[in-house]
């Protein structure tokens, strides 16, 4: 088992920067892959972002692309969504997830957060 517990999110305004953070505890972090998804109110649950288990493989959705840089600390356990020129449509939660290899599909996650909540305003 892995349990991941996010912080970070917050309001902030557009064109702003906010950094989420997830922790791992449980089995050995390095083993997996990180991912990061969002769900807006009444949408689907989307793919944002994914990094391999060596940082060496990094993934984003076109909306993220220039904005959004995922990484991570195997020492601390860690997973990082740093968010830059935030816009409104990306008010959403936000969870990490972790399984055995990096995807954007999130059936292929195994273990997920609680998630942290977003808000953008204009």
């Known amino acids: 088992q892995v349990q991941l517990v996010e912080s970070g999110g917050g309001l902030v305004q557009a064109g702003g920067s906010l950094r989420l953070s997830c922790a791992a505890s449980g089995r050995t972090f390095g083993d997996y892959a990180m991912g990061w998804f969002r769900q807006a109110p009444g949408k689907e649950r989307e793919f944002v972002a994914a990094i391999s288990r060596n940082s060496i493989n990094r993934y984003y959705a076109e909306f993220g692309k220039g904005r959004f840089t995922i990484s991570r600390d195997n020492a601390k356990s860690t997973v990082y969504l740093q968010m830059n020129r935030l816009k409104p449509e990306d008010t959403a939660v936000y969870y990490c997830?972790?399984?055995?290899?990096?995807?954007?599909?999130?059936?292929?996650?195994?273990?997920w957060g609680q998630g942290t909540q977003v808000t953008v305003s204009s």
């Open positions: 997830a972790a399984g055995p290899q990096q995807s954007t599909v999130r059936r292929d996650y195994a273990y």
